[in-house]
């Protein structure tokens, strides 16, 4: 595969495919990665929860309603044989997380997004750190949930990975709890990002996601700081409005 690794001669693209390419591709399946990983953009981000027997799977709803063709009920009560039976736009299956490491390896770095909500996925914090660690990935991603404890429970089984705070809101109350667990990434709704708050950010050496920025118009407001990182479902348009392509 000529695209593999980082040798290809095409330009790095700075930003966040967001579920690879979904507006081209089936968000969050292989084929969806693959288009990223062939525009050459820096970042990838994925969703992950767990079947009903502890498997960790890439998938962004709770249920499979939405993104299968043939599937009806919750993720968490379906086994990785009953998801894997299911289809995505007729070809594609859900991934799990290994097979999404395994073709990301060396090529792009991955925020890895927990859908932990609660006690709804038990254990899956250290799930996830297992198999990161088993295929050396360590230094190539980091771990982003808008459950707060799931970042402290990571934080406590490995005070090494990358962690990014997710919230809709920008509130400086969440200075100091991300100085607490060490969180370099903190990642926004985009419309709520404040001037004041990419200059706080730039002070903490925290790295500021805008999600998820697909309107040109509002790229082109992110284009004007050079610190904010894009989170995008458009990445070809991303890549010609910041002139990248
Ligand atoms: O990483 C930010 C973004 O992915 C969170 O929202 O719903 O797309 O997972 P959602
Ligand atoms: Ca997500």
Not at 40 to 51: K, P
Not at 155 to 176: T, Y
Not at 211 to 240: F, G, H, R
Request: charged share 25%; proline share 4%; aromatic share 6%.
């Amino acid at each position: 595969n000529e695209s593999k690794g980082r040798t290809s001669m095409k330009k790095q693209i700075k930003g966040i495919a967001h579920r690879g390419y979904p507006s081209k591709y089936p968000e969050n399946t292989l084929i969806s990665f693959q288009a990223a990983c062939d525009l050459n953009f820096s970042h990838l981000e994925l969703d992950v929860q767990l079947s009903k027997d502890g498997v960790p799977v890439v998938i962004h709803d709770i249920s499979v309603d939405r993104m299968t063709d043939n599937g009806i009920g919750q993720v968490k009560n379906l086994t990785l044989a009953e998801l894997k039976e299911l289809t995505i736009g007729g070809t594609e299956r859900i991934p799990t997380f290994e097979e999404a490491l395994d073709l990301l390896k060396d090529r792009i770095i991955v925020d890895i997004e927990l859908k932990q909500m609660g006690d709804l996925y038990p254990g899956m914090e250290q799930l996830v750190l297992e198999m990161v660690k088993k295929k050396g990935m360590q230094e190539q991603v980091f771990i982003t949930s808008f459950d707060h404890y799931c970042l402290q429970r990571v934080r406590q089984l490995d005070d090494k990975i990358g962690l990014g705070l997710i919230n809709i809101g920008a509130s400086p109350a969440f200075f100091p709890f991300a100085k607490e667990i060490n969180c370099g990434y903190m990642s926004i709704e985009h419309q709520h990002i404040t001037e004041p708050f990419i200059r706080r950010c730039e002070e903490e050496g925290i790295q500021l996601i805008s999600w998820t920025v697909n309107q040109e118009s509002d790229m082109k407001m992110v284009a004007q700081y050079p610190s904010l990182l894009i989170c995008t479902n458009e990445l070809e348009l991303w890549a010609k409005v910041s002139g990248q392509n």
